[in-house]
């Protein structure tokens, strides 16, 4: 069966340096037209880092939309069209905590919120993590380096403390570890 969903056409609601938002018309694959409003948006990593006393690395920071203070793996946005993908997971580990990893590997990619964002975030797992960043966060994320054992993590986990999705993606790859 033919699921495809063709734009019949599209208007652009909102554009900034970060996302553009528009509502297209689109034909169904039964034929019928209906609507959908895209967020569209340049991709993300985010990075599985793990130290050498085997606790993973998190931040905390307080994210406005959902009003709280969450858990999660050090993520960003791709920067420059074209940026690999694989270079901004490392930049983001050193600029959001005080460690850098000399390399990375793909574990993963996934859509964050297929339902209305093109976002596509890529999960690298960090090689030789050590504690010597030189980089600093962007002038408006205000963060906490949290580390923790397997263990608090499990806990964390099913105590709902960690809500975020990419980052219980990660978080069940480091468990499921041998």
Known sequence: MDLTE??????LIYES????????K????????????VINHPGATCILAITKEDKVILV???????????????????DIEGED?????????A??????????????????????????????????VEKNSQLDPDPDEILETVLLTKDEVRQAISEMQIKDAKTLIALNYWLSEK
Do not use: W
């Open 17 to 24: 340096s970060f996302v553009t938002i528009s509502r297209d």
């Open 26 to 37: 689109i034909q169904l694959p039964n034929g019928n037209n209906s609507y959908r409003v």
């Open 95 to 128: 600029e959001e905590t005080p460690y850098t990893a000399k390399s990375v590997t793909l574990l993963q990619s996934f859509y964050s919120a297929p339902g209305f964002c093109d976002e596509k975030m890529y999960l690298y797992r960090a090689h030789d």
């Open 6 to 11: 063709k734009k019949i056409s599209s208007e």
């Open 85 to 93: 993908p694989a270079n901004c997971a490392m930049r983001e580990l």
């Open 60 to 78: 905390k920071q307080f994210r406005y939309a959902v009003g709280e203070a969450l858990l999660e793996v050090p993520a960003g946005k791709l």
